[in-house]
């Protein structure tokens, strides 16, 4: 299973908010063994939240969307996903009825606040109020972190792939130098290589066999100098 990310905001644009969704998205669809492919940011425009989603819906397995969700005048995520999906924004009466349970009555509830595309699944958030939205693929979660990563928990089982195993060594040598090995490493042993310099150099080995990456770190450590932060 193959996804993309997208989040919502001009405040994650201008650098006012960091953008930790993406982050937490993409490690808990890697533990899962879901391959990300993009991770985008767009303004609280509804042509480029429109643009996008179509855009990835055709290419991925799903696409999930963060942040800009609500009834105030720059919430228009929704918006941008109804017009990528070609449907129109409804209010949604499961959403009301789950609301109403929570103790919000309908006259509580600013207009707007359950109106989702229409056929789409309620997601329902347990932490705050305004609901997100799963259809054809797209979900739509909120941008609070803590409302997003509620939400997501109760789809996670939704996003199914291989798990990988992954193992790192860490080269206390110039990465240069360690073109040759990497090299030598990717032909004896069918992983996936990456090297991230620094201080020292961390190289990530990855492949869905746990023996193979086993054996293709202790194959590298071997062959490198090694620091005390290999593992």
């Excluded at 919502?8 to 644009?13: A, P, R």
């Excluded at 997003?148 to 206390?172: K, L, N, Q, W, Y």
């Amino acid at each position: 299973m193959n996804t993309a990310v997208v989040t919502v905001g001009d405040e994650l644009l201008a650098g006012r908010t960091t953008d930790t969704n993406a982050t937490w998205l993409c490690e808990q669809l890697a533990t899962r063994g879901v391959t990300v492919e993009r991770v985008t940011t767009v303004p609280d425009r509804v042509g480029d939240i429109a643009r996008v989603v179509n855009e990835y819906r055709a290419e991925y397995d799903a696409v999930i969307v963060t942040g800009g969700l609500g009834p105030t005048h720059d919430d228009v995520t929704m918006d941008g996903v109804a017009a990528a999906l070609g449907t129109d924004l409804t209010e949604h009466e499961d959403a009301d009825a789950w609301l109403e349970k929570q103790g919000y009555s309908h006259a509580d509830l600013t207009e707007g606040t359950t109106e989702l595309p229409a056929g789409a699944r309620p997601l329902h958030n347990e932490v705050g109020v305004a609901p997100g939205a799963a259809l054809e693929g797209v979900y739509v979660l909120p941008g609070v972190p803590d409302e997003m990563r509620a939400m997501f928990e109760t789809i996670e089982s939704e996003f199914v792939g291989t798990p990988t195993h992954r193992a790192v060594v860490v080269a206390d040598e110039p990465e240069s130098a360690l073109l040759d090995r990497l090299e030598r490493l990717r032909e004896e042993f069918d992983v996936s290589v990456g090297s991230y310099p620094g201080e020292s150099v961390r190289v990530e080995i990855e492949n869905v066999d746990e023996t193979t990456v086993r054996e293709a770190a202790s194959w590298l450590r071997n062959r490198v100098e090694t620091t005390d932060d290999d593992r």
